[in-house]
């Protein structure tokens, strides 16, 4: 983890550079929550902390939508996000949404697309205000799926077969005599060089396999890539490209948004355009979208998954859990030495995902309107509220730390709440009169939260004045029941992702505006994919 500076290049402000924790922060923090003793298994974690004063690469343009606001109190914010953290296991309760689980991951995609940049800048740049038009790559932000295509097959030829048309696709390992699928991404193997390890992902972003569900994910697109070029030989790399991005805007169009936002709010935007998300700014992201509205997501995340025949309540391995999920890929499993990835059963280890850990869709998506079925383990999203799970905290990156560091400092609640109060979001209250939108009051703020953060809330004063992130995430719970957005969410999202395909080379709005497609329609395009393990 690092505890060096953030940078944010905004519009019309110049660069903002600074600590989600400042010195005087992070004293509080350990002040008041010990630091567990070091694990002597595990060796020391000496080279993640950086020079607190390095300038972080800057990554892209931003933009805000509406004015700044006053930055809340960090100790409140480092206590609230502690409290946000409590979920753990898979209790009987109500925390269940109704949207498919398998979004959750597709929205994690969308959201690497989107944010994909390599522009890499010196380690000592300073604080002044930096001109982007001078920057190499500086990136234009659109919803065209470069992570997935990166420069094409003459350019990015890592990424493709010797056809210069097709993806090439990874195979598994070989566990309980399953067999070997074509269902991993593929990896560098003997290839890996000096600085690398032969389980790196060879895709155009790496972080699409850092969990499980996001590389399953990340492999189905480059199947369907495929499955058009099989299906249509004559036609150029160019040409199923472009067919694939557009059916991509209209899965984000017409499955993935109208599932997680007020269905009023999107259809408004796109009759009526965009109201703040304007084109003067269509050069950057908006702020509130990438700070707080879209990292809704954290919100949905299961501690445990239905995941295959093997990896389910009833099956031979029991549940999957979400650490598991993160174990099972190059980018997160492998902490160093001594901690070999893909090992299943804590003896051998493979350079590829183990056959036994290959996904079945079903169980993420609902296939019952497109032909297909509902599965009986259907996992669902956990709904769009103000907790999270608290396994999040558990993860291989953190699993590392020796000495582990105290709590806030590993708490994505937290280091979520801290990146608004550095950039100066306004709070929820503020956006949604600007928006013309009814404000919640206090008592709906509060409405069936726990004790611990209610106390907090009004301790600081923040069911008056909410952190945007999470007068979002509440907004959805007293609007939408956790199901999706309030309108305040809503809004940002909507116009964010419309204006995003708008100002794309490849715009499905302008050029196939009637055009419909879903994930379960993608899935089910690729042949033989949905459940390769079978019952």
Aim: glycine share 8%; hydrophobic share 35%.
């Amino acid at each position: 983890m690092k505890h060096g500076n953030e940078s944010f290049f905004i519009k019309n402000e110049g660069l903002i550079v600074g600590r989600l924790f400042p010195l005087n922060l992070i004293r509080w923090v350990f002040s008041k929550y010990p630091q567990p003793s070091p694990n002597p298994s595990k060796p020391e974690d000496n080279g993640d902390s950086g020079d607190p004063d390095r300038m972080p690469p800057l990554t892209r343009q931003f933009c805000r939508l509406f004015p700044k606001g006053a930055q809340p109190d960090g100790k409140g914010l480092c206590a609230l996000g502690q409290v946000m953290e409590i979920e753990s296991g898979d209790p009987v309760d109500d925390r269940d949404s109704d949207i498919p689980a398998g979004y959750t991951y597709l929205g994690q995609f969308i959201d690497h697309d989107i944010t994909l940049d390599r522009t890499k800048l010196p380690d000592n740049v300073n604080s002044a205000p930096i001109d982007p038009n001078e920057i190499d790559n500086f990136r234009t932000p659109a919803l065209d799926l470069d992570s997935l295509y990166l420069d094409g097959p003459q350019k990015s030829p890592q990424l493709y077969k010797n056809d210069c048309k097709s993806f090439k696709i990874g195979s598994t390992s070989d566990v309980l005599e399953l067999g070997v699928f074509e269902n991993d991404l593929p990896r560098l193997g003997n290839d890996a060089g000096e600085m690398q390890k032969p389980t790196d992902a060879v895709i155009g972003d790496a972080r699409n396999d850092e969990n499980l569900a996001i590389a399953q994910t990340h492999l189905a697109f480059l199947k369907y890539h495929n499955a058009l070029v099989v299906a249509n030989p004559k036609k150029s790399f160019t040409e199923i490209q472009r067919e694939v991005v557009l059916h991509y805007q209209a899965i984000v169009l017409t499955d993935f948004l109208p599932r997680v936002l007020d269905q009023s709010v999107l259809n408004d935007v796109l009759k009526n355009g965009r109201k703040y998300y304007t084109d003067d700014k269509k050069d950057c992201m908006p702020i509130e979208f990438s700070v707080a509205a879209y990292r809704m997501g954290h919100s949905m995340i299961r501690p445990t998954y239905e995941w295959n025949k093997l990896f389910n309540t009833d099956g031979d391995f029991g549940i999957a859990t979400l650490v598991q999920l993160f174990e099972f890929t190059g980018f997160s499993g492998s902490r160093g030495a001594g901690d070999p990835p893909f090992s299943p059963f804590g003896n051998d280890s493979f350079l590829t995902l183990p056959s036994n850990w290959i996904v079945d869709w079903r169980r993420l998506y609902d296939f019952s309107q497109v032909g297909g079925g509902r599965h009986p383990q259907l996992n669902v999203a956990r709904k769009l509220d103000a907790r999270m799970s608290f396994d999040l905290k558990n993860l291989p990156e953190f699993e590392s730390m020796n000495p582990p560091p105290p709590a806030p400092l590993l708490s994505l609640a937290t280091r979520n709440l801290l990146r608004g109060r550095l950039i100066s979001l306004p709070n929820g209250q503020e956006v949604a009169k600007a928006i013309g939108e009814n404000t919640l009051s206090p008592t709906e703020i509060m409405r069936d939260i726990t004790s611990e953060q209610a106390a907090i809330l009004q301790k600081h004063n923040f069911d008056q004045q909410t952190p945007l992130w999470f007068y979002i995430l509440r907004e959805a719970m007293v609007q939408g029941n956790g199901n999706h957005l309030g309108r305040v969410g809503s809004r940002i999202v909507a116009e964010t992702f419309v204006g995003l395909i708008e100002n794309s080379p490849i715009n499905v709005l302008k050029e196939e505006p009637g055009l419909t497609f879903s994930m379960p329609e993608l899935l089910m395009a690729i042949p033989n994919d949905l459940n390769p393990l079978g019952d």
